[in-house]
């Protein structure tokens, strides 16, 4: 958009200006995509992502930028973190920043086709889990009335606490939880400590 209105015309500064922000930052987002193939921008619509991932992405040649930003969509994490492990993963010919020279300093072929087996299992394991996203909402939203129901008496809840402390937080954990990514969240909050537990004689 900012492209198309500086082709007609329309200053930086003034684009600048309107939009609030310095003139650093405009010519940051208008040279944003410089450097990436038209097949990559074309996945890249839409899509949420800092001016990193492309910087990381102008070190792929064509095709790459292409895989790369594949992989990273079809997962879901257009993150700087995700487009340097696939550039690490890149086989030196299919890099645009490696001069004839520093192809040799690169990774070893077996570290480069595993992290790249890695990288299709992950996007395996995320094209199942969305396959199964809705059942297991369904299942949570199904869990969390029972457990509601059943807590709410107190002789069951005491019952519980007595003997199984756990479990109950566990169920409390459910009956709280308003949504799938609230679980994972507490579930990961709650991990740490679990695990420094584990570890006290």
Do not use: W
Not at 84 to 108: F, N, S
């Amino acid at each position: 958009m900012l492209r198309r209105a500086i082709d007609r015309g329309v200053s930086r500064e003034r684009l600048a200006r309107a939009f609030n922000v310095n003139l650093s930052s405009i010519n940051r987002r208008i040279n944003l995509l410089e450097g990436i193939c038209p097949e990559a921008i074309d996945l890249l619509q839409d899509k949420q992502f800092t001016p990193d991932v492309t910087r990381i992405l102008r070190n792929m040649k064509a095709a790459r930028q292409v895989e790369a930003v594949e992989l990273m969509v079809a997962s879901n994490t257009i993150t700087v973190a995700h487009a340097e492990a696939l550039l690490k993963a890149t086989l030196p010919e299919q890099r645009a920043d490696l001069k004839p020279a520093e192809k040799i300093k690169t990774a070893p072929m077996e570290q480069l086709v595993k992290l790249e087996k890695e990288m299709s299992q992950v996007q395996s394991s995320y094209r199942e889990a969305e396959s199964t996203y809705g059942s297991d909402l369904l299942n949570l939203v199904v869990a969390k009335g029972y457990l509601t129901k059943l807590l709410a008496n107190d002789t069951v809840k005491s019952y519980i606490q007595r003997n199984e402390p756990e479990i109950l937080e566990q169920f409390e954990l459910v009956v709280n939880t308003v949504s799938m990514e609230e679980a994972v969240q507490q579930q990961a909050e709650t991990s740490p400590t679990d695990v420094s537990e584990a570890s006290e004689p």
